[in-house]
């Protein structure tokens, strides 16, 4: 402690890591601040925040423990943080698996090659009619609907609980499945291709607290695939018959046809841009 406190007053203690200071420690900070505000952004909004504010304040304690001889809390703590990597990781486990995902649909355009496919777009704005058509209609009716997009992110896991079907995608097919009492009309169809591959999946459920709650099951399932995929989630209420989009977490509410038709168009075809 004697000696500790000898440095901070001298100043050594501050102006010994800058004695070899050179532009590979600049690039070195910049890296790790670019990291740590990118964690910021992704964990603001979410559970993961509060979590990480905890061990932050938990880090801090075990410092000052060092720093004061406060031998009770630094045995305690020091146990704590020797497996703080797996505490950590079970606890962030579901926001590791969306950060990593993100990472990973990430497009590397610089790593294109002449001549790659091209995806036709036209394929994109038939599917986005099909659909449009459908929850206009499904709306009118108050018919409930939970139709997913697959992008990117393949969902198998989901697609496997339920049936596939693999057809065409017309609006008659998607309003036939949701209709009330119909066998697959309670869970969600899931677009791979421009096709309907799969119906009555069970999607997973979004446990962020400051969801409206007058919004049911099927808006907190739509919400929780967006959560873990960067699919494209459309909801029509049976309550209301409100439709809504669930994208990247969120979810945007109290579309027309004309409007529904314009954003799926803007978020399905930046996607497609993207990896051409």
């Known amino acids: 402690m004697k000696e500790l406190t000898t440095k901070l007053f001298s100043g050594s203690f501050f102006t010994g890591p800058f004695a070899t200071f050179d532009l590979k ?30 061990v932050g304040i938990t880090l801090a304690v075990f410092v000052l423990s060092y720093v004061f001889n406060m031998h009770a809390v630094r045995y305690v703590l020091q146990g704590f943080f020797s497996y703080g990597l797996i505490v950590l990781a079970i606890i962030f486990q579901p926001e590791l698996r969306a950060a990593m995902e993100r990472i990973g649909s990430v497009p590397f355009n610089g790593l294109k090659t002449i001549g790659a496919d091209t995806r036709d777009l036209s394929a994109t704005t038939a599917t986005v009619a099909v659909i449009t058509e459908a929850a206009k209609n499904m709306s009118f009716s108050k018919t409930g609907a939970l139709i997913v997009i697959e992008r990117s992110t393949k969902i198998g896991e989901y697609i496997s609980t339920g049936t596939t079907v693999n057809a065409d995608l017309t609006p008659e097919l998607l309003c036939a499945i949701f209709v009330n009492r119909a066998p697959l009309h309670d869970g969600a169809v899931i677009i791979r291709n421009g096709r309907l591959h799969a119906a009555g999946c069970y999607l997973p459920l979004s446990d962020k607290s400051d969801i409206a709650k007058g919004l049911g099951t099927r808006h907190r399932a739509a919400i929780g695939l967006s959560e873990q995929s960067d699919a494209v989630v459309v909801v029509v209420s049976e309550e ?26 803007q978020l399905l075809r930046r996607q497609d841009n993207a990896e051409n």
């Open 25 to 54: 420690d600049i690039f070195d900070i910049l890296c790790l601040a670019a990291l740590l505000f990118a964690l910021y952004l992704f964990v603001r909004d979410r559970r993961a925040g509060k979590l990480l504010t905890g």
């Open 240 to 265: 209301t018959g409100t439709i809504s989009i669930a994208y990247k977490g969120e979810l945007f509410r109290e579309f027309t046809s004309v409007s529904l038709r314009r954003k799926l168009l």
